[in-house]
């Protein structure tokens, strides 16, 4: 079993930037994809970002292209989220997760196996 949690989240005025981390407790995932997903109060999860296990594929959501950028550091075993330009429309709990199966990125929540309790992430206008 992997035990993911984040860290990182806050309250950051509109224009603003906040660095989210995801860790792995007990075991690496450096196999695996890692994604990072969001929730806003009343909406459904919806994907943000993820990364292949060597770091080499990202995949990014059209509303977060050119703000947020996914890295990881294998040594480490984290997947940070830098978010710049942050927006109000950008507030909502922040989860990572881990899909175990696939080699390739994808924005699908159900492929993604397990995931951490969240971090909240509120940006004021």
């Known amino acids: 079993q992997v035990q993911l949690v984040e860290s990182g989240g806050g309250l950051v005025q509109a224009g603003g930037s906040l660095r989210l981390s995801c860790a792995a407790l007990?075991?690496?995932?450096?196999?695996?994809?890692v994604g990072w997903f969001r929730q806003a109060p009343g909406k459904e999860r919806e994907f943000v970002a993820a990364?292949?296990?060597?770091?080499?594929?990202?995949r990014y959501a059209d509303s977060v292209k050119g703000r947020f950028t996914i890295s990881r550091d294998n040594a480490k075993n984290t997947v940070d989220l830098q978010m710049n330009s942050l927006k109000p429309e950008d507030t909502a709990v922040y989860y990572c997760?881990?899909?175990?199966?696939?080699?390739?990125?994808?924005?699908?929540?159900?492929?993604?196996?397990?995931w951490g309790q969240g971090t909240q992430v509120t940006v004021s206008s």
């Open positions: 007990g075991r690496t995932f450096n196999n695996y994809v």
């Open positions: 990364i292949n296990w060597g770091g080499t594929s990202t």
């Open positions: 997760a881990v899909d175990r199966t696939r080699t390739v990125v994808t924005p699908r929540p159900t492929y993604y196996d397990y």
